[in-house]
């Protein structure tokens, strides 16, 4: 059993940066894909990012592309997502999600585990 806890949220205002930290404990996920993802007020769950279990692919949202980084650290079982020029629009509980594929999974119903959310605000 993995648990994965998130960390890093909080409220800023637009165009500041923040790094959202997720921590794996019960085993290791270095062999497995790795991922974020959103939910805004009154929408479903989307993806944001996502990162090969080698780190050598990434993939995000068009939304976010450019302005978020998805980071791995297999030493410590985290991966970690920065995100620079926030903006309102990106305000969301933000989730890490793993699951043990070699491929790089983006659908919600791809990830076997998730995080319990953390929040974001962005205030303009």
């Known amino acids: 059993q993995v648990t994965l806890v998130e960390s890093g949220g909080g409220p800023v205002q637009a165009g500041a940066s923040l790094r959202l930290s997720c921590k794996a404990s019960?085993?290791?996920?270095?062999?497995?894909?790795k991922a974020w993802f959103r939910q805004r007020p009154g929408k479903e769950r989307e993806f944001v990012a996502a990162?090969?279990?080698?780190?050598?692919?990434?993939q995000y949202a068009d939304s976010v592309e450019g302005r978020f980084t998805v980071f791995r650290d297999d030493d410590k079982n985290t991966v970690d997502l920065f995100m620079s020029d926030l903006q309102p629009d990106d305000t969301a509980v933000y989730y890490c999600?793993?699951?043990?594929?070699?491929?790089?999974?983006?659908?919600?119903?791809?990830?076997?585990?998730w995080g319990q959310g953390t929040q974001v605000t962005v205030s303009s």
């Open positions: 999600a793993a699951t043990e594929t070699m491929y790089l999974p983006i659908g919600v119903s791809e990830y076997n585990y």
């Open positions: 019960g085993r290791t996920i270095s062999t497995w894909a």
């Open positions: 990162i090969r279990w080698d780190g050598s692919r990434s």
